[in-house]
């Protein structure tokens, strides 16, 4: 089993990539991608950590990119760290994210919510901090009663906290992603908000005429109906079929490495046959 889809506290996450290295091993995976938000700073430690063991550790990031109907997130694997188009993009996202988090914290407070960067600070590790960690406060102040009344009601694209950042549009991620040498696959489609599976298609097509290599089939939030229609996609597009549970550790505690919410088992094969798309 592998799992191409995950966070570390180099991101959102709550595990070290060392810690995250030694779950995988525990959980006897055989491949682990690394896919921090819009950051590969947890790689380095990560490879550290797991040239010690058996594990195939492969270069990953989540790129959150602009669409018209709000975020689209794309999944980067193979790529070169050492990248300077990447890096330089990767380097303005996480400036673009310093200075809207406080915008989104005075938002928050003048809706009369007592929160500071101080106390969401202290949950994040790494050098992002993202929605996640403020929703995460809020819970603890039990101004929400979960995760996602944090935000549907005030973090999310639509609520009433939300402040945009620099994400760049798929076509230049896709762009940068081939040219840091990797390949690019578009993270749960299940968020693409597709009515139906010709929707979904178009979607599909659309990006994978601008080079997309593979679509995120697999995905603990997926129906069984929804994983079918995208497999379907993928073999009349010709793209990759890949899959991961997008675990965060303690941020999203019902989500297990490897297994999402226990129906996920992703062979190794998966991930030979991306990589023979390089
Ligand atoms: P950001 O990276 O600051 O844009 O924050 C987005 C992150 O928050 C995502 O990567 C998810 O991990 C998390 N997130 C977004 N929407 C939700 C939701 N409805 N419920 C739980 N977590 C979410
Ligand atoms: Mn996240
Ligand atoms: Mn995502
Ligand atoms: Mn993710």
Excluded at 49 to 78: D, P
Excluded at 110 to 135: C, D, F, K, N, W
């Amino acid at each position: 089993m592998i799992d191409l889809h995950t966070h570390t506290t180099a991101s959102d996450g709550s595990y070290s990539p060392t810690e995250l290295v030694r779950l995988a091993e525990q959980s006897n995976l055989q491949a682990l991608a690394v896919t921090d938000h819009d950051s590969v700073a947890g790689l380095a430690e990560a490879h550290q950590a797991a040239s010690r063991t058996n594990l195939e550790l492969v270069n990953g990031v989540e790129l959150a990119c602009r669409v018209q109907t709000g975020t689209l997130h794309m999944l980067g694997y193979f790529i070169d760290l050492d990248d300077r188009a990447l890096g330089d993009l990767l380097g303005r996202m996480v400036e673009s994210r310093r200075k809207r988090n406080p915008q989104i914290i005075a938002k928050l407070n003048q809706l009369g919510y007592e929160i500071t960067m101080a106390e969401v600070r202290t949950l994040a590790s790494g050098p992002i901090i993202s929605r996640l960690h403020i929703a995460l406060v809020m819970l603890q102040k039990e101004y929400v009663r979960s995760i996602d009344e944090a935000f549907g009601r005030f973090l999310g694209d639509n609520g009433s906290a939300y402040v945009q950042r620099i994400e760049p549009a798929p076509a230049q991620a896709i762009e940068l992603l081939h040219g840091a040498g990797g390949l690019a696959v578009v993270a749960h489609p299940v968020h693409l908000r597709a009515a139906d599976e010709q929707e979904l298609g178009k979607k599909l097509k659309d990006l994978a005429d601008l080079g997309l290599d593979g679509v995120e089939v697999w995905y603990p939030e997926h129906t069984a109906e929804l994983t079918e229609q995208l497999w379907r996609i993928c073999q009349r597009l010709d793209l990759a079929a890949v899959g991961g549970s997008d675990f965060h550790g303690a941020a999203k505690e019902y989500i297990k490495l490897g297994t999402g919410r226990g129906g996920l088992n992703i062979p190794l094969e998966i991930l030979e046959r991306l990589k023979s798309r390089l």
